[in-house]
């Protein structure tokens, strides 16, 4: 069993190199839940998840430093047993989200798709190549 099969079979998410300390929801509706990260989110992100018809989601709006880890029995059965069965995706973690203890996170969907880019959180015209605008910025008034 190859190392792609083996974490997927127990669940442990792998992130692509990168400093992904800061971490907030960037969109979530009935298709999409959508993390973002980076070393510091105030001007830009580099890494998203992107989880496709989330079925649950227990996670802060912003949080820092999470470490990713297999559910444990109890999380899949909890889950399994409130959608009827296990999912596709189950993502769990514990993140700092500013309390005394780590926050235990879980997230369900259909897919994960980690998509690994610099995208702006502020208006710029003259984006290099592989740089993408956030979705909610919009150009100056006047423009």
Same mark, same amino acid.
């Not at 792998?14 to 300390?21: A, D, H, K, T, V």
């Not at 690994?116 to 502020?122: K, M, N």
């Not at 290099?128 to 979705?135: E, T």
């Given at each position: 069993?190859?190392?792609? !099969?083996?974490?997927?079979?127990?669940? $442990?998410?792998?992130? %692509?190199?990168?400093?992904?300390? =800061? *971490?907030? /929801? @960037?969109? *979530?509706?009935?298709?999409?839940?959508?993390?973002?990260?980076?070393?510091?989110? &105030?001007?830009?992100?580099?890494? !998203?998840?992107?989880?496709?018809? #989330?079925?649950?989601?227990?996670? %802060?709006?912003?949080?820092?430093? %999470? /470490?990713?880890?297999?559910? &444990?029995?109890?999380?899949?059965?909890? $889950?399994?047993?409130?959608?009827?069965?296990?999912? #596709?995706?189950? $993502?769990?973690?514990?993140? =700092?989200?500013?309390?005394?203890?780590?926050?235990?996170?879980?997230?369900?969907?259909?897919?994960?798709? @980690?998509?690994?880019?610099? /995208?702006?959180?502020?208006?710029?015209?003259?984006?290099?190549?592989?740089?993408?605008?956030?979705? *909610?910025?919009?150009? %100056?008034?006047?423009?």
């Amino acid at each position: 069993m190859g190392e792609g !099969e083996r974490e997927r079979r127990e669940g $442990v998410l792998r992130l %692509p190199e990168g400093s992904w300390w =800061d *971490w907030d /929801v @960037i969109a *979530w509706d009935s298709g999409q839940f959508r993390l973002a990260a980076g070393w510091d989110l &105030t001007y830009h992100h580099g890494l !998203e998840l992107v989880f496709g018809d #989330p079925a649950f989601v227990s996670c %802060p709006a912003g949080f820092h430093d %999470p /470490v990713f880890r297999a559910p &444990t029995d109890e999380e899949r059965a909890g $889950v399994a047993r409130r959608l009827g069965e296990e999912p #596709p995706v189950l $993502v769990a973690f514990d993140a =700092d989200a500013g309390g005394r203890d780590l926050f235990p996170c879980l997230v369900a969907a259909e897919r994960l798709e @980690i998509v690994h880019g610099t /995208v702006l959180r502020y208006w710029r015209d003259d984006l290099a190549p592989g740089q993408r605008l956030a979705p *909610w910025v919009r150009p %100056p008034s006047g423009r």
